[in-house]
Nanobody, 124 residues
Framework: QVQLVESGGGLVQAGGSLRLSCAAS????????MGWSRQAPGKEREVVAS????????YYADSVKGRFTISRDNAKNTVYLQMNSLNVEDTAVYFC?????????????????WGQGTQVTVSS
């Protein structure tokens, strides 16, 4: 089992940047596919980014492609989400997620562990 703790959310103006971090407990962090999911009010959860166990392959939702970058540091048990060119549509609670599966996936239901979430608010 892994516990996930997000940090780095906050309020930012449109066009700005934020970097989210997720610290994972346990000694098997490198065995998990990691990702970031978000949920805006009245909308379904969506996986915005995911990264394979060794960090060699990434996935991005079309809505964030070219603006967000996911990365991981297995030595530090940490996954990051760099968010640039933020817009008001990016306002949501962002969750760090982990999967015991073998490959990255865009479906939130495939992730086994979820952090408590961190709020990102983008003002116009």
């Amino acid at each position: 089992q892994v516990q996930l703790v997000e940090s780095g959310g906050g309020l930012v103006q449109a066009g700005g940047s934020l970097r989210l971090s997720c610290a994972a407990s346990g000694r098997t962090f490198s065995s998990y596919v990691m990702g970031w999911s978000r949920q805006a009010p009245g909308k379904e959860r969506e996986v915005v980014a995911s990264i394979t166990r060794n960090g060699s392959t990434t996935y991005y939702a079309d809505s964030v492609k070219g603006r967000f970058t996911i990365s991981r540091d297995n030595a530090k048990n940490t996954v990051y989400l760099q968010m640039n060119s933020l817009n008001v549509e990016d306002t949501a609670v962002y969750f760090c997620v982990a999967s015991r599966g073998l490959w990255i996936a865009p479906d939130p239901a495939t992730y086994d562990y979820w952090g408590q979430g961190t709020q990102v608010t983008v003002s116009s």
